[in-house]
């Protein structure tokens, strides 16, 4: 065990390093990196944890940081703000639901366990326009070659275009579960249903307006001063790289 109130730095370490700021580890590590800002190993058996970033080459075990870089995962999860992974999973994603608000994402990290982060508008009341931006974690799971198991579980925030500044409260939480096909290399389709929870200031004429495009709702309550509204909707959307 190596521990620093500042700086650790070793050629191999088996078993832990602990410092205040950066550790470091120019071969493997086995078991354990905590840094309050800074993990780098060439190769990680075992887990990362940050305030800030966790970089390797190649990961077998758990990241956990506010960005998580890995080239390779033999196995292992990387949890964070931000994760990539060299060779890992990046797709650009251009979506519409059934409330007509269109979104363009981007996922990153590894497919079993990626980051979705995404922004939105929607056009269809041209008094009554809004944008959202939001992020979440998401799974794709083959089922064979072409087919995978899709599920997202995201945030979202809604602003209005034409006040942006002036806010109201308001959390879009939605759990998407569906299915992609992946005809070419670079190119699919993902699909799925979707449970909504729109939780909302009413007294912001914009929220009113999100609440109102849904028709068919499941349940409409309110806790004080905010109003909860969920529905059953749909998702559609294209897949890119």
């Known amino acids: 065990m190596q521990v620093g ?33 800074y993990n780098k190993a060439a190769n990680i ?13 190649t990961l077998e075990g758990l990241q956990i940081g506010i960005f998580n870089k890995a080239n390779h995962i033999k196995k292992g999860l990387a949890i964070g703000l931000v ?19 269109m979104h363009l994402g981007f996922r990153s990290g590894w497919a079993p366990l990626h980051m979705h982060y995404f922004g939105g508008f929607n056009t269809r009341d041209k008094d009554y326009r809004f944008v959202q931006a939001g992020l979440g ?8 070659k072409k087919l995978n198991f ?4 995201t945030v979202r925030n809604t602003h209005d275009v034409d006040n942006f500044i ?21 190119f699919g389709i993902r699909t799925g249903l979707t449970l909504n929870h729109f939780w909302y200031d009413p007294t912001s004429v914009i929220n009113g307006h999100v609440a109102s ?5 499941a349940y409409d309550g309110d806790s004080g001063t905010y109003k909860h509204k969920m529905w059953i909707g749909w998702q559609v959307g294209v897949v890119l790289f």
């Open 213 to 217: 495009l849904v028709k068919n709702s």
């Open 137 to 144: 974690l998401a799974t794709s799971l083959p089922i064979n």
């Open 45 to 57: 058996k075992g887990v990362q944890i940050s305030g800030l970033i966790n970089t390797c080459d």
């Open 5 to 37: 109130g500042l700086y650790n730095r070793a050629v191999k370490v088996t078993g832990g390093q602990i410092s205040g700021f950066t550790n470091i580890v120019d071969s493997s590590s086995t078991y354990l990196q905590v840094a309050g800002l």
């Open 166 to 186: 002036k806010w109201n409260f308001n959390m879009y939480n939605q759990l998407m579960i569906g299915i992609s096909w992946q005809p070419a290399k670079k």
């Open 83 to 101: 994760n990539y992974v060299k060779d890992g999973y990046h797709k650009a994603e251009l979506s519409y639901n059934e409330l007509g608000t």
């Open 150 to 153: 899709e599920a997202d579980a």
